[in-house]
Each structure stands twice: as structure tokens, then as C-alpha cells.
């Protein structure tokens, strides 16, 4: 009777799940009338807009995956390490993002720094592009700080620093060379994660009017058929070629690990 | 007359057959050890009293009333973890009311149930703690309370004192053995640990891949044990080989020495085979009305309070020895040569 | 002496703060002040002075149905997801399922919950929109008009059907640890006293899992009430919740009064926060029996 049930759940959940990435990619075959054809790819392809928005896009994500691992590693190293009582305050604001929704974030960059402000920095091009790359810093910190902080309390932080430091080891040293290759399973783990939230990402782009993927296929969906959902089997194609590669590096690290 | 009754018990997991023809009788309020190495079936036979597994064949009976097909829960059986398995959402009271609660006896009942047990295990001012508040000794005494609580007809004990630190597995034992006996409920304790298994046991069945191999009283067990595997499992042994001289009136040579050999000699007149001597039954120095004396070196001593553990080689072979501890007369020291004295009353018979 | 250890404890205090200087800024420029901002422009008139008006404005039918609307929709897609999330996550640790079936589903529910936004807008239009292969399907095979039984995918069920693709395996991802966290001797223990399977879940089993189940609800809510792109993709500018409003408010101005917008965003907050406050009041109050 369980099983029965259980077979029941599953298979419910897996044609929910399958139909729709069935659906799209049906769909996306559709374009030539009476065959199924690989047009709406060619198309979406031959857009020199895709191959703008996309690179785009991935910049920005190397932009964020740089300043993310920039801010959040010295500080979940600082805080196990020296400042365990400013814990939770950090985590607090970690958790930030998940309550305050990124439209209301946006909102408030769009308001706090706009040309007329103390730090304009919506009146250029480069300047929203930095004010995008905070925005998406703070998207990807919940994830970021938590894959990080989970893989320093497997590594003992307060010996590794004396040893080095014994060693004669700067604190910048220590950091690129004894902690960040002591927790780059995470790190990386974080910024495939990262990756795949920010290519993907509409509203902060939108509203900030960059050229973003994400604006970019809400723009082609407004006005095509068969291009949207050729482009929503890249964007999963995309979605899970980052989560891939997130087990990957964490299985191929257990693999080590066990090794050792 | 028995209480608890399992007859040609089997348990099959695919081909692999862990239980082979178990029968075991339990009277009312006796306490039963299933002793014997991980993986020979102990716990299967507990799990399938318990309702936990089905088994592939053979019948469990309690008080006269067929429990084969009945399910865990309609069993009325108390049961003890290994690892605890308190509720840890439920205070300690809340954990032992739980099989009162599931069967909905009144709050008032089951409030003066819950003191007395919590009375009867001495932590009646922890009943409104949460498990994790507890220390695992403490936690192991309530869910030893809480099987107790519903009045089962049967205990069934599950290693529960192997998670433990030696000092409370000591001290917990001896409770349970104790509040065992004032209730009279028949209990099945599964242990892995022969001492533990002889000090608080009426009875031991001792496993092995699946079978019961020997059931007798501990004395029984440690002095008379019927296979070699028991022999082994339980206790240490000394072996030597003999020759025998007279099957009849089981006398056997040891070196230049005849021995006479309890009854149960089946070898015949000059066969080559193994007696077994336990560490105590062998004595340093010369021994008066032992029947012959070896000659051995000391090379290990070990102190360990009232008892002096000794290894010695005698013809190439080591043997150990334990010697009480006397304030007078210190231990011999390692290299140290010495006499021993042994009987062949004393001798465990290894047949095949 | 006392003295001492205080002045001493002055002086290293801000160097050890130092240390997370960079993060603390950081947090303050793009977290706390935008925040800020809003909560402050929600009470000004748009020459700066303190106002009661924009929280007054919000008092509109058209206002009040998007936040209705959008409390309903971040309700129903949270309890629908942790119900689905739970019993695909049950089924696979407690069912009985062959051992393969359950390295695949969170592999998958890692690549589902984070497949959200315009292209999963795009995956179900082509799948239950007016030329998804669904309708049609059931049109030709069956004769079944979805249109003509009412279903629309651009209103709020299809938003619902569609929000369910990332918040069931949000909720997956989750509880399927917790469930492992569940010892099988619990079980046997509850069992073995008599109780029934029933019994050992509304006892045992459920408020062990409760914080996880709420904290898991919590964060399901935050993800469908802030979620612009599916709904944006799906519908356009035209469905009335809240953050679509938002968004057409920042974009064009569409409600006039600027300070107005700043009214809307301050309501959103207000809500995550209710919802957070509520979370963590029922957490700390389900979790005395824990370290």
C-alpha cells in the first residue's frame, strides 16, 4: 500500500516535472511547418543579440563570482577565526536576500544612486554595471556564504593560520595560499550556483536597462513564437551544465579525499 | 513451563539464511542472553520476536497466543535501543507516557504510572528535561522506563549498553538485572559481550551463523561448553594436545603425565587430539593434588588488580594464566622460570 | 585592574572589527541603505517632508488585490510545494522506491529549483499555452478545450501550476535530509509501545520535522511573493500582484506619484518580515527540545 503510494507520488511528480521540458522542446522543433527542424535554434543563434546579451551576462557572473569570493571568504575566515560574537550579525545579513525581495533591492539602488545622489552611480554605463554586480553579489550571498562556511568547519582555520604564521606568512598569505585552496570545493560549488542565478537573472537587469540575457529573452518571448522556448532548452541545457559541474567538483573532491 | 516459545524459527534475506532452525523456550520472568559474534543472527531473532521482520518460517508464541503474524504494535512488548531511540521532541516524562498515551489510558493513570517509573529509575527530577539534557547512561535509563511503562509481556534488549562508557555498562547492568527480577518479566538481552552476557543472564544461547549452538546456564557455558566454537567465543583457552591412553576411563597423556579427563572422552584409544584448560585452572608453582606439573617462562605480566594475568611459553606454545593477586607475594617477572600445575579434572574436552 | 581590561578591551576591539570592514560596508551600501531608502520614501512627500499620505494611497482596489492577490499566490504555491515537495521526498526515503530513483530526483530538483524566471515562462506556454503541446493534445486526441473549461495559464492558477516547477523541488532539496535525520529505531520504538503508523507521525515524526517544514514554507513564500521574470514572462505587465505593479511603477511611473512606489516596495518588506517574524516565533517555540 505504501509503495503504491510512493510509486503514485513519484510518478506524478516526474510527468509535472517531464511535460513542460517536454513541451519546450517539442515546441522549439516546430518551426518549419510539418517537420520537426532545428530552425528556431539557427535563428536564436544567428542573433548577434544572443551572442551580446550572453557574453554579457557571463562577464557579469565572472564580475560577481570574483567580488563574492573576494568579500565572503576573508570574512567567514575572519569570523571563525576571531569574531565568533559577530557571527550573527553576518549570518543575519547573509539571509538578507532570501527575505527582501530583489525588485525591493533594486528599487532602493535605483533611488540611492541615481545621477542626482552623492554616489551617481546610475549615470553611467560602467557605474550600473558595478551597481548590477553589487546587486548580484548580494543575490548569490546567502549561497555563497553558506557553501563557504560549511567547508571552513571542516578545515581547523585557527591552526592552519598559526602554523603558517610561525611560517612568517602575511595575512593576505594566508589567505590565497593556505585557506582559499582549503575550501575551493566550496568556493567553486558556490559559483557554479552563482553562475546559473545570475545568466539567467531579469528583473535587476531589467530594471537597470542592461543588456542582459535575461532581458533579452523576456524581449524575444514579447515577440516570437518559436525562438522562446528553442532559448528556454539552452537556458536548462545552461542551468544544468552549472549544477553538473557543481557535484562534479564536489564528488571528484570526496574522491580525493578519500585518497588521502 | 514455558512462557515465551520459538519454535524452528528461519529468516532468509534473499538467498543468505541468517537464522537456521531456532527453538528456544522462556519461562515466566527469565532473563536470556543471545551471545555471540556481529552477524550471527542474534538480532534477527530479536527483531523477529519484536515484530520488526517476518519471519520465512517457524512460529513465536507469548503466554500461549500466536504472535508470528501480529504486528509490532499489537505485540504489547517493551523494547530497549542501542542507540537510545528516546523521542527527543518528548520530555523524559512524555517519553515514558508514550505507549500509555497510544493506548489511551487516562491522563491521571498515566501521570501516576509515568512517576512511579520515573521513581523506579531514580530520575524522577528529570521528567521535564528533553533527551538531549541527559547523559547517555540517563537516557538509557529512561528508555528502560518507557518499555517498562505499558507493562509488556516480554523485554527485548538490544545491545542497550554498548554505546555506553564502561563504568555506567557496569552500573546500568547491574539495574537492569535488578528491576528485571523485581518485576519478573521475561527479558531477551542480545550482546555481543560474553561478560556481560554471564553476569546478568539466567540463561545464555550461544550463536553462530544462525544457530543456536549451545543453551545452558553461564556456569554451564563457561565450564562445559559443548562446541569448540563456544568453547572459543567464551572465555579464553589454553590449548594442548594429547594422547589418549584409555577412552574408558578417559585417561590421556600430557607429555610424561596421565591425566584423567571429566566424562565425555569419545576419542579412541591412542587418537591424537586437543584439551582445553581455562587461565585459572592453571597454577603457579607446585600445587598439591594437581595432577602433574609443566615447566614454563614468563613472559608477560599483567596487573590488573585483584587477578595477575599471566603468559607463558610452555613447549613453544603460550599459555595463559591467572593468578590472584596477593599483597605478600609479588608477580614473577618476565623471563623468569617457572612451574605450573594443572589437572585434568579441570579440562575441557574438544571433540572434533 | 578593572579599568585596564576595559581600556584595553576599547582599544583591540575595533581592530578585531576591522576585519570584516569590507563585508560591513558592503552590507550598508547595497543591503541596508536601499532598504533604508525605501522605508524613509515610503513616509515623504516627493519634496522630503514627513507624510502618512503614500501608506493612505495604498488603500486602493487595484492596490489592495495585488497584495491580496500576491499573499494568496505566495500562500498556495508555499503549501502546495511543501505538500508535493514532501510526499515525492517520502515516497522516495520511506517508500520503498529502488535505490537508483534517488540520486537522479536531486540532481534534477537541484536543476528544476533554480530553473526559474523567463525560461520557465517559455517552458510552459509551450506546454499548456493556447499552442502548448498539452492543450492540443487534449484538444485532438480527447476533444478537451482547456480554454473552454475556463483554465487560462495566464492567470493566477496557471501562475500557480507554473511557480510549483521551482518551489516542489526547492522543498525536495530541503526535506529530504530532514527525512534522513528521521532514525529508523524512532519507528520501531513508537511501534514497538503500541503506537500506529498514524500515531508515530503526529507524535514523533511531524514535530520532529516541523522547524525544517517551517523553515522550508518560510522560504518558499519569500521565493513566490519577490518572483517578477515567470510571472513578468507569463503575463506581461497585466496580472495584478504586487511585484509587477512594482516593477511597471519603477519602469514608467505608472501610478503618478512617485513616492507612491516607494509606498508599494515598503508594503512588500513589511510583509517578508510579518512572515519571517511569524516563522521565527513558531521555530524558536517548536524547537525547545533542541541543542
Known amino acids: 500500500m505504501t509503495r503504491f503510494f510512493a510509486w503514485f507520488a ?45 557574453g554579457y551576462s557571463l562577464a557579469l557572473s565572472a564580475a560577481t563570482i570574483v567580488v563574492g569570493v573576494l568579500l565572503v571568504v576573508p570574512t567567514a575566515y575572519w569570523v571563525r577565526l576571531k569574531l565568533p560574537q559577530a557571527r550573527p550579525f553576518v549570518e543575519f545579513v547573509t539571509l538578507l536576500p532570501l527575505v527582501i525581495p530583489a525588485i525591493v533591492l533594486v528599487f532602493g539602488y535605483i533611488r540611492l544612486y541615481n545621477t542626482s545622489s552623492v554616489l551617481p552611480l546610475t549615470g553611467s554605463a560602467f557605474g550600473t554595471d558595478f551597481l548590477l554586480t553589487m546587486g548580484y553579489t548580494t543575490l548569490a550571498l546567502p549561497y555563497m556564504y553558506r557553501s563557504v562556511d560549511t567547508g571552513l568547519r571542516t578545515i581547523d582555520v585557527a591552526t592552519l593560520t598559526e602554523a603558517a604564521q610561525s611560517l612568517g606568512a602575511g ?44 532581458p533579452f529573452m523576456q524581449l524575444l518571448g514579447a515577440n516570437r513564437a518559436y525562438e522562446p522556448p528553442a532559448l528556454a532548452v539552452i537556458a536548462f541545457a545552461i542551468t544544468w551544465g552549472c549544477m553538473g559541474l557543481m557535484q562534479l567538483v564536489t564528488r571528484l573532491s570526496k574522491h580525493e579525499r578519500a585518497k588521502a | 513451563m514455558s512462557f515465551l516459545t520459538i519454535s524452528h524459527l528461519e529468516k532468509a534475506f534473499g538467498s543468505n539464511l541468517v537464522v537456521k532452525d531456532f527453538n528456544l523456550e522462556v519461562a515466566k520472568g527469565e532473563f536470556i542472553s543471545l551471545l555471540g559474534p556481529s552477524g550471527c543472527g542474534k538480532t534477527t531473532v530479536l527483531r523477529m520476536v519484536a515484530g520488526f521482520e517476518t519471519p520465512t518460517s517457524g512460529s513465536i508464541t507469548i503466554g500461549g497466543q500466536e504472535v508470528t503474524g501480529l504486528k509490532a504494535n ?27 498515551k497510544v493506548k489511551g489510558v487516562p491522563r491521571a493513570e498515566r501521570e501516576s504510572r509515568v512517576s512511579e517509573m520515573l521513581n523506579l529509575i531514580g ?21 528502560l522506563a518507557r518499555a517498562l511503562a505499558p507493562s509488556p509481556r516480554v523485554l527485548l534488549l538490544d545491545e542497550p549498553l554498548s554505546a555506553l562508557d564502561a563504568k555506567v555498562r557496569v552500573s546500568l547492568r547491574n539495574e537492569i538485572r535488578e528491576i528485571q527480577q523485581r518485576l519478573g518479566i521475561t527479558t531477551i538481552f542480545v550482546t555481543h559481550d560474553q561478560e556481560e552476557a554471564m553476569s546478568i543472564s539466567d540463561r545464555i544461547v550461544v550463536m553462530n551463523a544462525g544457530i543456536a549452538d549451545q543453551v545452558g546456564s553461564p556456569f554451564e557455558i563457561y565450564n562445559r561448553p559443548t ?41 579412541g584409544m591412542g587418537a591424537e587430539m586437543a584439551i582445553a584448560l581455562r587461565p585459572e585452572a592453571l597454577r603457579l608453582g607446585r600445587e598439591p593434588g594437581y595432577e602433574t606439573v609443566i615447566k614454563g617462562w614468563i613472559e608477560e605480566v599483567h596487573f590488573m588488580g585483584s587477578i595477575i594475568r599471566l603468559r607463558a611459553r610452555v613447549a613453544g606454545e603460550l599459555v595463559v594464566m591467572d593468578t590472584f593477586n596477593r599483597a605478600d607475594q609479588p608477580p614473577p617477572v618476565p623471563g623468569t622460570e617457572v612451574e605450573i600445575s594443572l589437572s585434568g579434572k579441570d579440562a575441557i574436552i574438544l571433540n572434533g | 585592574m578593572a579599568k585596564d581590561t576595559v581600556r584595553r578591551a576599547r582599544r583591540r576591539l575595533p581592530l578585531e572589527w576591522l576585519g570584516i570592514l569590507p563585508f560591513a560596508i558592503f552590507a550598508v551600501l547595497f543591503l541596508i541603505l536601499p532598504t533604508m531608502r525605501i522605508v524613509i520614501g515610503a513616509f515623504q512627500t516627493a519634496d ?48 520503498g522506491l529502488p535505490k537508483g530513483v534517488r540520486s537522479p530526483l536531486l540532481t534534477f530538483s537541484g536543476v528544476a529549483s533554480n530553473f526559474a524566471g523567463v ?118 505587465p497585466q496580472l495584478n500582484i504586487v511585484p509587477i505593479k512594482l516593477f511597471a511603477q519603477i519602469r514608467g511611473d505608472v501610478l503618478g506619484n ?11 518588506i513589511v510583509i517578508t518580515v510579518i512572515a519571517n517574524t511569524i516563522y521565527i516565533v513558531l521555530r524558536v517555540r517548536s524547537e525547545r527540545w533542541l541543542k
Open chain 1, 10 to 54: 513519484l510518478i506524478f511528480g516526474c510527468l509535472y516535472f517531464l511535460l513542460p521540458l517536454v513541451g519546450m522542446t517539442e515546441f522549439s522543433l516546430k518551426m518549419r511547418r510539418g517537420e520537426y527542424s532545428f530552425d528556431a535554434y539557427r535563428r536564436v543563434f544567428e542573433d548577434q543579440r544572443f551572442w551580446d546579451t550572453f
Open chain 1, 171 to 214: 595575512w593576505i598569505t594566508i589567505l590565497a595560499r593556505i585557506i582559499l585552496p582549503n575550501v575551493m570545493v566550496a568556493v567553486l560549488s558556490g559559483a557554479f550556483l552563482t553562475l546559473a542565478i545570475v545568466l539567467g537573472e531579469f528583473t535587476m537587469a531589467a530594471l537597470l536597462n542592461r543588456p542582459a540575457f535575461g
Open chain 2, 74 to 100: 499489537a505485540r504489547n512488548i517493551g523494547m530497549m535501543f542501542q542507540a537510545y531511540a528516546l523521542f527527543p521532541n518528548l520530555t523524559v516524562a512524555d517519553n515514558v507516557a508514550f505507549g500509555l
Open chain 2, 123 to 143: 530520575l524522577a527530577e528529570m521528567a521535564g528535561r528533553f533527551p538531549f539534557q541527559l547523559s547517555g547512561g540517563q537516557q538509557q535509563r529512561v528508555a
Open chain 2, 227 to 267: 562446541t569448540r566454537f563456544v568453547a572459543n567465543f567464551v572465555g579464553t583457552l589454553n590449548t594442548f594436545a594429547v594422547k589418549v591412553e584409555d577412552s574408558a576411563a578417559g585417561k590421556v597423556r600430557l607429555g610424561g603425565a596421565l591425566l584423567t579427563l571429566p566424562p565425555g572422552l569419545s576419542a
Open chain 3, 48 to 95: 522630503g517632508s514627513f507624510t502618512f499620505q503614500n501608506m493612505l494611497d495604498l488603500n486602493t482596489p487595484s492596490i489592495v488585490n495585488a497584495y491580496w492577490t500576491s499573499i494568496k499566490l505566495s500562500l498556495i504555491t508555499a503549501g502546495l510545494g511543501c505538500a508535493i515537495g514532501f510526499a515525492m521526498a517520502a515516497a522516495v526515503v520511506f517508500g
Open chain 3, 119 to 236: 525560461p520557465l515562462a517559455f517552458a510552459f506556454i509551450a506546454t499548456l499555452g493556447p499552442a502548448g503541446l498539452i492543450t492540443i493534445w487534449l484538444r485532438t486526441e480527447f476533444g478537451i478545450n482547456l480554454r473552454g473549461m475556463g483554465f487560462n495559464l495566464l492567470s493566477f492558477w496557471g501562475l500557480v501550476i507554473t511557480y510549483l516547477f521551482f518551489q516542489i523541488p526547492l522543498m525536495i532539496l530541503i526535506i529530504i535530509p530532514a527525512l534522513d535525520g528521521l532514525k529508523r529505531e524512532w519507528r520501531e520504538a513508537a511501534a514497538v509501545l503500541g503506537a500506529t503508523g498514524a500515531q508515530y507521525w503526529r507524535m514523533v515524526a511531524l514535530p520532529i520535522l516541523f522547524p525544517s517544514l517551517l523553515g522550508t514554507f518560510a522560504l518558499l513564500f519569500a521565493n513566490a511573493f519577490g518572483a517578477v521574470a515567470t510571472a513578468f514572462a507569463l503575463t506581461g
Open chain 3, 258 to 268: 512617485p513616492n507612491l512606489g516607494f509606498a508599494l516596495a515598503f508594503g512588500m
